[in-house]
């Protein structure tokens, strides 16, 4: 079986989630080539190669850089024919997942997205996807010859596996067609870690009443080296800017730890971070919903609870 896998950056720097890719395409086996598309750093394309990588085509054109999906999905389809790829993989993303619907379009693949596990092969090809905002799980056979297969991120165990790759620079060809649509302008969210690719995620809610009292939270994530984020009627009093704002309708997010402070747990929040690997909620309501879906909780003030947490964590390291 030979496997592709795109690979996402940003600003020249490999994404997490699509190094996930890498190790989850290695482990299932087989030759894995992985494609990255625009200008990247050489050292990080290279270092593809520690995580499963035989192979990298690296497509620098800059008319890649911009992340036109249709364009991103023509260059994937003729990638997989020049490698004679059976299965692409990549990460589940505002940009991966159509992409990834495009890809499969065009070579009339099988295609499953939210994949969490690596696929059952004993009886055919079964993938087990995550559905209806993380509540239920459905098991799903790919059964054409080629399949494309978008993961969840924590869908694989990042681990290095061996050394640099041999890259190879790729020339598809780039029809006028594939940029009829034209990105005019990108705001990207700020930040030492971005919620998107963070391991810990502290957020607040309502409950720390006002954007004067964010103090608090903001040095508890910066002793756990953690992203922060917030609850949608937090944003939506402009306590904290719009990419910070957590739930089914914002940034969805699934790190090792996730860090509840003053946020209830309505329904809509709690479809944004259930696929997170550990909750802890932090919140004086003992009856606030969020309880339920906790795997710890603590019942008491944020005003006194988070600061003798911070400074335990502290005292730790």
């Known amino acids: 079986m030979s496997t592709l896998v795109f690979v996402e950056t940003s600003e020249g720097k490999i994404r997490k989630s ?7 395409a290695h482990a299932m086996g087989g030759a894995v080539t992985a494609v990255v598309l625009g200008p990247a750093d050489s050292t990080e394309v290279q270092s593809l190669g520690k995580f499963g990588a035989k192979k990298v085509l690296h497509a620098a054109d800059p008319k890649l850089e911009k992340g036109v999906a249709q364009a991103y999905a023509s260059v994937l389809t003729q990638a997989m024919n020049d490698e004679s790829a059976d299965v692409l993989i990549l990460a589940s993303s505002s940009l991966g997942t159509p992409v990834a619907a495009k890809v499969a379009v065009k070579t009339g693949a099988s ?4 994949v969490v596990e690596l696929p059952d092969t004993t009886s055919g090809f079964v993938v087990r996807r995550s559905i209806y905002t ?6 799903v056979e790919l059964k054409n010859s080629k399949k494309v297969i978008a993961i969840r991120k924590n869908a694989a165990e990042v681990k290095e596996v061996g050394t640099t790759a041999e890259v190879v620079a790729y020339s598809p060809v780039l029809n006028d067609s594939d940029f009829n649509t034209t990105i005019l302008s990108s705001e990207k969210a700020t930040g030492d870690i971005l919620l998107p690719e963070a391991e810990i995620v ?5 409950g720390l009443k006002g954007p ?4 608090i939270l903001e040095e508890l994530a910066r002793t756990l080296r953690a992203a922060t984020g917030c609850s949608k009627p937090v944003s939506d009093m402009g306590w904290r800017p719009h990419h910070e704002h957590v739930g089914q309708t914002g940034v969805k997010v699934a790190p090792q730890l996730y860090i509840a402070i003053g946020i209830s747990g309505a329904i809509q929040h709690l479809a944004g971070v259930n696929s997170s690997k550990c909750i802890v909620v932090i919140n004086k309501d003992a009856d606030a919903p969020f309880f339920k879906a906790a795997d710890y909780g603590i019942v008491g003030d ?3 609870i988070v600061p003798k947490l911070t400074a335990a964590i502290k005292a730790a390291n």
């Open 134 to 139: 993380g509540k239920a799980f459905a098991h």
């Open 202 to 206: 502290v957020s607040g809610g309502r």
């Open 18 to 24: 699509s190094i996930e890719a890498v190790c989850y």
């Open 212 to 215: 004067e009292h964010w103090g």
């Open 111 to 114: 295609f499953a997205s939210n």
């Open 302 to 304: 944020a005003f006194d």
